[in-house]
């Protein structure tokens, strides 16, 4: 597996490349990837089936020049950038046909991470479906996409974030676990401690992501894959 080192600081680019990954992938063009990055600026990723104008605070985020962006996953919503490490990895289901299915594909990632952030942080543990929690409270997040012979998992691990912006951003979502309690945004997250260097020399041990890449053969995908979203209203704000 290739461990993609990329310099975009773009969000829309780093949305676009974790799908150029997939597609790239399943198309025979390039072996799984792995990434581990972060958004340069604060920005909030909206699912793939989110209702945005019920989910999110449309106004503030504008007033804020916060962007709000539309990713090719599901899930719900989360806000991004400095202080909350993302990771991104593509696998083959080809290879392990039991990741097609969802609950196994999420036990299989989340074993793995938090393997990796036991490391550092022996009390962490899942909890829900597959929320990476301290205690009774979620620092970390994630979502799926499977496509015909692979599958793009990517989450979020808040270690230094600025937790307040989330409940100005994002509304209660719609569906939340049962150990959430009915918790605001202020109650319900934390961050995790972790030296997030040292979690990415961890993580992609495990996944066996050895192989440098800068990602420069996914450029024209990327470029291709803003214009016919990341860059349009009509997508980013389709629901």
């Known amino acids: 597996m290739r461990r993609i080192e990329d310099q975009l600081t773009e969000p829309a680019d780093q949305l676009a490349l974790d799908e150029a990954m997939l597609l790239a992938a399943d198309e025979g063009e390039c072996a799984p990837a792995m990434r581990i990055w972060e958004f340069a600026r604060h920005v909030v990723v ?40 993302m990771y991104s990895v593509v696998l083959n289901v080809d290879r392990e046909p039991s990741l097609r299915k969802i609950d196994v594909a999420h036990q299989h ?20 479906t597959c929320d990476l929690t301290l205690g009774d ?39 939340q676990p049962e150990y959430r309690g009915g918790r605001d945004h202020a109650s319900f997250l934390t961050n995790l401690a972790i030296d997030t260097r040292r979690f990415a ?22 470029r291709s894959l803003r214009q016919q979203r990341y860059d349009c209203e009509n997508w980013n704000f389709r629901h």
Do not use: W
């Open 201 to 222: 020399e961890d993580i992609c041990e495990l996944f066996g992501a050895a192989e440098r890449d800068t990602g420069q053969s996914l450029a024209a995908r990327i």
């Open 46 to 85: 909206a699912g793939r089936s989110t209702r945005v104008h019920e989910e999110l605070d449309i106004p503030y985020c504008q007033a804020e020049g916060i962007p709000v962006l539309r990713r090719c996953s599901g899930g719900a919503s989360v806000v991004g950038g400095p202080g909350c490490l």
């Open 137 to 175: 409270r979620k620092c970390s997040g994630n979502a799926l996409r499977i496509a015909r012979h692979h599958l793009l998992y990517h989450g979020t691990i808040l270690y230094d974030f600025d937790l307040p912006l989330i409940g100005k951003c994002l509304r209660a979502p719609p569906r």
């Open 109 to 128: 990632v989340m074993g793995l991470v938090l393997r990796a952030v036991r490391a550092q942080a022996p009390e962490a543990n899942l909890n829900g």
